[in-house]
């Protein structure tokens, strides 16, 4: 079954820290991940998609098809990425999400 | 801008009640979605629809139903609404690329 993993309810970092959101999944053919964010009141929108390869915001994924993984990456954080981060598999015409991180970024 | 609309934002109403979420869209799009948001289990599919015709089940769709009345419109319907379905309901699209867009959400209480 189709499945995405993510581990961490929460994860709190300073300004200028490392940080980096783990995402696993299970999926039998050549996966298509995207990792979509929520701020604080508003809507959840994309962040960025393994296809693509780019760095929105600072933030990178590499998709690892061995260790089934697509975890987020960003060198240096900032207050401003503090947000709810969810990893997503596109499966049968629709996406499966994870449970989410959130992502709580202290000055 | 295109966008993706719902109404009411909030709601609470009372066991029992008949209730429905409305979501409209200008982007366009054949296909749309219905998710609940519950603190701890992320985005849950309820129904999803390609067009006026093809209406689908999500994960979750017990005590749900939907109507898809056009292109731009798909509505979401508690026949009979329990606690248990307090949640954030998202209504959202998909573009040709599987980009998914979502609207802003209804906060929906049942007493």
């Known amino acids: 079954a189709q499945r995405v993993t993510q581990p961490e309810k929460l994860l709190s970092v300073f300004k200028g820290a490392p940080v980096e959101l783990k995402c696993n999944y299970s999926y039998s053919g050549s996966p298509e991940l995207f990792w979509y964010v929520q701020y604080s009141r508003q809507r959840l929108q994309l962040l960025l998609r393994?296809?693509s390869r780019e760095s929105i915001k600072g933030f990178t994924a590499d998709l690892n098809k061995g260790e089934t993984s697509f975890h987020l990456k960003k060198p240096f954080a900032q207050e401003e990425d503090s947000a709810m981060y969810y990893c997503?598999?596109?499966?049968?015409?629709?996406?499966?999400f994870g449970t989410g991180t959130r992502l709580l970024v202290s000055p | 801008d295109a966008d993706v609309t719902q109404t009411p934002r909030n709601r609470i109403t009372k066991t029992g009640k008949r209730i429905m979420l409305e979501c409209s869209q200008t982007k366009g799009h054949d296909r749309m979605y219905w998710y609940r948001q519950d603190p701890g289990l992320g985005l849950r599919l309820i129904y999803y629809?390609?067009?006026?015709?093809?209406?689908n089940k999500g994960e979750i769709s017990d005590g749900y139903s939907v109507s898809r009345q056009a292109q731009a419109k798909f509505s979401l319907s508690l026949e009979s609404a329990i606690p248990n379905q307090t949640a954030l309901y998202f209504c959202a699209t998909i573009d040709s690329n599987n980009e998914q867009f979502f609207g802003p959400g209804t906060r929906l209480t049942v007493l």
């Open positions: 997503a598999l596109w499966s049968f015409q629709k996406l499966v």
């Open positions: 393994h296809i």
């Open positions: 629809s390609f067009d006026v015709k093809d209406i």
